[in-house]
């Protein structure tokens, strides 16, 4: 470690070379770290290669492309996305209060977006204010979206989204030492598509000792393999790919467009799943079970703080704040919530339980994702949403104090204020 002239920069060494981050609040930030190669060319669609190292101090300063993407459905909820799109975005950002042998907890970040937007690049998650209040090393990793990330093709790797997922990880555990986080205690937090990989993740290695679940929708279920082979081809079809190959040539442009397709749109709205176009496969060899048959395993694997909103489904387009949608929202993220805290329980695991209230708009009330800017504490990023509107400042800092703390608590190993389950903690 030696900080340069510029007492707001960094540099370290990783296994892959040097880097340079810059300062962000009281802790310096090290952005776009490459943990796999750019899945371009032969490598799209495939399971992702480990990056190689590099000549000289790498630029670490400075954001990076997020996945490609259309605009988030959620968009009038949370506000829009502006961020760079490129297919060279398996890229990670850390947070680290110093560089040094103190091997601080370690949280890893995996971003929602039904597995077709967001970023781990987002100010929405700009992971300094949890790095200086808890003396943590938050890391926020991309990973690849819609097609490019989850199409399904009989034969070949499926779920290869997951599968950057897993390589961040690996990344981590392997280099987070430097930036002077402990390896051997990383707890994994996410909020929606990402806390649902949480549970596929965990099928796959049990290697957590916590995780943070933040409105996982479990209750959705993975898309069987027949379902998700079916979508795909028409995807590809609509894509004008030829064939698998033809497709690795098409710009990434095109898989958005077919995305919109009438004929995909029309299959997808048959399927009546009310599920994303792409997510999860149950392909038998990187995912083996459904959600529900993976549930009762996973569970007992970790210490858990989970929860869901009171108004899941009012972010979405047919949902309102009323009862038939809350029925809905309880039977996909709240009652898989609770029987993952109930088997955890079970099975002797620390388990928290919680549900957030806070509803400033009575239009939105208490939304999908409406937790984010207060676990994060990134209100500013979260300025323009509408699901915040007229929103009192006092009252939402508070609130971020509140959660921040308890959050922290959590990752940190101790006992948060959060109860224990049966017992439901709400955050008003």
């Not at 009038?76 to 760079?84: L, R």
């Not at 991309?142 to 990880?169: F, S």
């Not at 392909?283 to 079970?289: F, N, Y």
């Not at 959600?291 to 949902?319: H, K, N, R, W």
């Amino acid at each position: 470690m030696s900080t340069t002239p510029d007492t707001d920069l960094l540099s370290l060494h990783i296994q892959q070379g040097a880097l340079t981050g810059r300062r962000d609040g009281g802790v310096y930030r090290f952005s776009a770290i490459p943990f796999a190669q750019a899945p371009v060319g032969d490598l799209r669609f495939k399971p992702p290669v480990p990056a190689g190292s590099w000549q000289g101090t790498r630029d670490a300063t400075r954001p990076g492309p997020i996945a490609p993407q259309l605009p988030s459905r959620l968009a009038n909820v949370m506000g829009d996305i502006h961020n760079e799109q490129s297919e060279d975005c398996l890229h990670l950002t850390v947070w680290t209060p110093a560089a040094d042998a103190k091997r601080r907890p370690v949280l890893v970040w995996l971003h929602g977006g039904a597995w077709q937007s967001g970023g781990g690049a987002l100010d929405w998650y700009n992971g300094a204010a949890l790095a200086e209040k808890g003396d943590l090393v938050v890391v926020t990793p991309n990973y690849r979206l819609a097609a490019l990330g989850w199409l399904h093709v009989p034969g070949e790797t499926a779920n290869v989204g997951l599968l950057d997922q897993e390589a961040a990880i690996q990344w981590v555990v392997e280099n987070i030492e430097a930036f002077g986080g402990d390896p051997e205690n990383i707890t994994l937090m996410g909020q929606s598509a990402g806390a649902t990989s949480i549970a596929c993740l965990m099928a796959r290695q049990a290697r957590y000792p916590r995780v943070i679940v933040q409105s996982a929708s479990m209750g959705r279920g993975f898309w069987s393999s027949a379902d998700a082979a079916s979508l795909a081809g028409l995807v590809l079809e609509a894509a004008g790919a030829k064939d698998l190959d033809h497709a690795r040539t098409l710009p990434y442009s095109t898989f958005l467009k077919a995305q919109q397709a009438p004929q995909v749109v029309q299959a997808l709205k048959e399927k009546g799943a009310g599920r994303a176009l792409f997510s999860p496969v149950v392909d038998g060899e990187v995912i083996a079970s459904d959600a529900a048959d993976i549930l009762p395993e996973v569970a007992t694997q970790a210490d858990v703080l989970i929860g869901y909103t009171q108004d899941e489904m009012a972010a979405f387009p047919g949902f309102d704040t009323g009862p038939a949608s809350h029925a809905v929202g309880d039977r996909i993220f709240g009652a898989p919530s609770r029987q993952w805290a109930e088997y955890a329980a079970r099975a002797g695991r620390k388990a928290y339980l919680y549900r957030f209230d806070y509803a400033p708009t009575e239009c939105f009330g208490a939304c999908h994702c409406i937790e984010l800017p207060f676990v994060f504490g990134t209100l500013c990023a979260f300025q323009d949403a509408p699901m915040l509107h007229a929103a009192p400042a006092s009252h939402m800092e508070g609130l971020v104090d509140t959660m921040q703390r308890q959050w922290i608590d959590f990752i940190r190993g101790g006992a948060p204020e959060t109860s224990v389950f049966p017992h439901l903690t709400t955050f008003k």
